[in-house]
């Protein structure tokens, strides 16, 4: 089946010629690029949130495939969710999913399910792909939604991922998509986001699901974080750097209720 985009026209330009356009009004071509094992990327719509993903995603030497998590925003679906098989559409064009690889990990860990439905109307892996498809248009992905549970049920997918992704070989990557605070004020989301940004860049899933709940913290992909920390680390990452943090503040100058956003490097030993 073909996913076909959901917000377009909304979180980002609808027509190919625009959506370049404002893609390269984010990204810079000419920083230098280096090989990453993971990244952790925001959703929003490109006009909040864009200037961060374009500079996380500008850094990035890109592999052939991205295994990309995402939060559940709909309800919609299996709570672990793969979609298998496909393509997603962008104004870009096609996005083909790595089948081989989803159903590796599908096999990896019982809790995955493959199941379609939840990426339906889910827009936090959706307005990742044009960034990737601008910087490489074969780029291919293995698509996953998770929803709330118990912080083991993600370790245990991060592992299977990083199994699955040693097993299949090739160039691949994994991707958190996420947001961090959400409405609160700007400084008081400075504050929680970089007590969050703290234990990610310290690649320690642990303690920051401690200070997510200690500290009442709306990251609202703070469970494809834990799967992305634990997989990068199995693979052999010892390097998290943040590229770039703002809020929506920055960008509206309304700041009264803002959501934060964090771009995040994961790499192996320079």
Known sequence: MIRHPVVAGMFYERSESALRSQIRDLIDEAVPKEEIIGIISPHAGYIYSGQVAGAVISRMIMPDTFVIMGPNHTGMGQPYSVMAEGSWLTPLGEVEIDSALAYKIIDSCTHLKNDASAHLEEHSIEVQLPFLQYF???????????????????????????????????????????????????????????????????????????????????????????????ACKEMGATIAELIMHQTSGDVTGDHRSVVGYAGVLIKGVI
């Open 136 to 230: 490489k248009p074969d780029i291919k992905i293995v698509p996953m939604v998770l929803s709330s549970g118990a912080v083991e049920i993600f370790a245990e997918i991060g592992q299977g991922i990083a199994k699955s992704i040693r097993d299949y070989g090739g160039r691949v990557a994994v991707m958190a998509s996420s947001d961090m605070n959400h409405y609160e004020s700007h400084q008081l989301t400075e504050e929680k986001d970089q007590k969050a940004i703290e234990a990610i860049l310290d690649m320690d899933w642990k303690e920051l699901i401690k200070r997510v709940a200690k500290y009442n913290i709306s990251m609202c992909g703070y469970a494809p974080t834990v799967s992305l920390i634990t």
